[in-house]
């Protein structure tokens, strides 16, 4: 099981930034997917989540409005574009798949990978 965050960088504030998450090793299309964060000194924090089937998305509150999740099961790769960003908003972000649809409590499948990192300054 292998999915790698990749797409981040270095932007201003009210930037954007398009993230990709490539899975490989399990059936992508059954399994929803997670974005998280990890900020510098902070626990890592569940952002998004799209279902696997209808398309069913959730958001942080922090980050509604602002970032939009997406999924193509043909490529067993998810999205997240990043726009209006805020220095608040840099991290390391990573990918996941949830173990029960978007229900983060229960776990995610496999290991985290190494993540993206996204540097929003000032």
């Known amino acids: 099981v292998q999915l790698q965050a990749s797409g981040g960088g270095l932007v201003q504030t009210g930037g954007s930034l398009s993230l990709s998450c490539a899975a490989s090793g399990f059936i992508f299309d059954d399994y929803a997917i997670g974005w998280f964060r990890q900020a510098p000194g902070k626990e890592r924090e569940a952002l998004s989540c799209?279902?696997?089937?209808?398309?069913?998305?959730y958001y942080l509150e922090a980050v509604e409005g602002r970032f939009t999740t997406s999924r193509d099961n043909a490529k067993s790769t998810a999205y997240l574009q990043m726009n209006n960003l805020k220095p608040d908003d840099t991290a390391v972000y990573y990918c996941a798949a949830l173990l029960a649809s978007c229900d983060f409590s229960v776990g995610v499948l496999g290991s985290w990978g190494q993540g993206t990192l996204v540097t929003v300054s000032s």
């Open positions: 799209i279902s696997n089937s209808v398309g069913t998305r």
